[in-house]
């Protein structure tokens, strides 16, 4: 089980650290607390967590919560980051398999199609490698193996890469980071579960 994770959605200066703030979507964070940063793999240490504007000690799932942290170059931190515990790192990967519902798209969706990866704060260009199977809607079991292309309406298994590597989870695993939407031209064209994830480096403890 996850200690904590926090999504990035803000990022500033604090002069000897610097802020993120973000939502704790698992357990909890206490000041002086190690964390690890996924990605880019490397830890930090919270020197304050601001509650509502008033410091606190902890905080826990659920807060909405600002953190004051030091050890670690600013410039490595992106929004969509995650914060966790170096014991139970979030998975980051480039690559991962996902169960896809196609939306009202006038297109077909084919082998190299490039879409938006939209999930909490992150929005990563991201390419459509393999399409794997097509899905019966309400078993779940392969009706097509390898298909040319996929309509809307359609379930299916595919394989996903991103431009850079994203922190994920699988769905079955935790679902705030399991789930995902595809965006094309500026509309939703599809929405997934991930249920595979080839993971890009070690955990530095």
Same mark, same amino acid.
């Given at each position: ?8 959605v ?18 909890y ?14 830890t +930090?240490t ?5 509650? /509502?504007d008033?410091?606190v ?6 807060? /909405?919560?600002?953190l ?11 929004v ?9 790192p ?8 996902a ?11 084919t ?6 990866? /939209?999930?909490?704060?992150v929005s ?7 399409l794997?199977s097509?899905l /019966? ?9 390898k298909p ?16 850079r590597?994203v922190?994920?989870e ?11 939407m ?11 579960v991930?249920?595979?994830v080839?993971c +890009? ?5």
């Open positions: 089980m996850k200690l904590f994770q926090i999504i990035t803000f990022i500033a200066d604090q002069g000897s650290g610097f802020c993120v703030t973000g939502k704790i979507e698992a357990g964070i206490q000041v002086g607390e190690r964390l690890l940063a996924m990605p880019p793999n490397e +930090c919270a020197k304050g967590i601001t509650l /509502h008033e410091p000690d902890w905080a826990a799932a659920g807060d /909405h919560v600002s004051t942290l030091t050890g670690m170059d600013i410039i490595k931190i992106n969509g980051c995650v914060f966790c515990d170096p014991k139970e979030v998975k980051v990967c480039t690559r991962f398999r169960r896809i519902l196609i939306f009202n798209i006038e297109i077909p969706v082998k190299g199609f490039p879409v938006l990866l /939209h999930y909490q704060t990563e260009p991201a390419t459509i490698r393999r794997l097509i /019966h809607k309400s078993t779940g079991e392969v009706t097509k193996k040319k292309f996929l309509s809307k309406g359609q379930n299916a298994l595919i394989e996903l890469e991103t431009q590597p922190a994920v699988l769905y079955k695993d935790f679902k705030e980071l399991g789930r995902f595809l965006r094309y031209g500026g509309s939703t064209i599809a929405a997934g991930i249920t595979e080839w +890009c480096y070690k955990t530095m403890l």
